[in-house]
Each structure stands twice: as C-alpha cells, then as structure tokens.
C-alpha cells in the first residue's frame, strides 16, 4: 500500500483547504484510515479517523471544522478544513490501518494558517 497525500498550501485564517490521500495497492474499506499532524516541536497527533461502519473520531480542537470522508471506489480519503486558525499550522499526514501490527503512512502535506 502507497499513500499520495496532497492539498496543502497557504490560507488565511477562516479559510478552507481540502486534503486528499490517494491511495493505491490493495485497500480493505474496513480498515481504518485516518489524518494526523505534526506542528513543528510537537508529537504527531490525530486529527481525524474514519473506518466503513463506524463514525467518524475527531480531535476536539477541530470538531465541528474539519469533516474526513473516503471513497472507497477512488481509494481516496479526504480532509475538509474550514476556519482554519493559525494553530492548525502543520504537516498533515494520512494513515492506513492494515492491522494492529502494521500502519501505511503518507509522505505528508504542509498546511500553513497565516495572514
């Protein structure tokens, strides 16, 4: 499995981006798939998770901002990013779930917040 992410760039505070994580190889929709960030100095942490048949798992600080969806058929994930806020400022990774032992993740895409 190989994980494409894309979609990042440069907006305004209160602006939107949208994210894709293009995936290819044999992909099980089951499975989870999900986003994560990495501001500079910080840990990597999860922004969004999604897996067929279960809601969608967020982080609090962008609950009701950010909305993760798939298409299984396209093999590819997304971010919807709305208000953005200058804290949002990250390299934003995609993670494919293939078990408990073993994790795909995309080569990431940096999302900068400024004015």
């Known amino acids: 499995v190989q994980l494409q992410a894309s979609g990042g760039g440069l907006v305004q505070p209160g602006g939107s981006l949208r994210l894709s994580c293009a995936a290819s190889?044999?992909?099980?929709?089951?499975?989870?798939m999900a986003w994560y960030r990495q501001a500079p100095g910080n840990q990597r942490e999860l922004v969004a998770a999604?897996?067929?048949?279960?809601?969608?798992d967020y982080a609090d600080s962008v609950k009701g901002r950010f909305t993760i969806s798939r298409d299984d058929a396209k093999k590819t994930m997304y971010l919807q990013m709305d208000d953005l806020k200058p804290e949002d400022t990250a390299v934003y990774y995609c993670?494919?779930?293939?078990?408990?032992?073993?994790?795909?993740w995309g080569q990431g895409t940096l999302v900068t917040v400024s004015s």
């Open positions: 190889g044999r992909l099980n929709p089951m499975n989870q």
């Open positions: 993670r494919y779930r293939l078990n408990a032992y073993r994790n795909y």
């Open positions: 999604l897996a067929r048949g279960s809601s969608p």
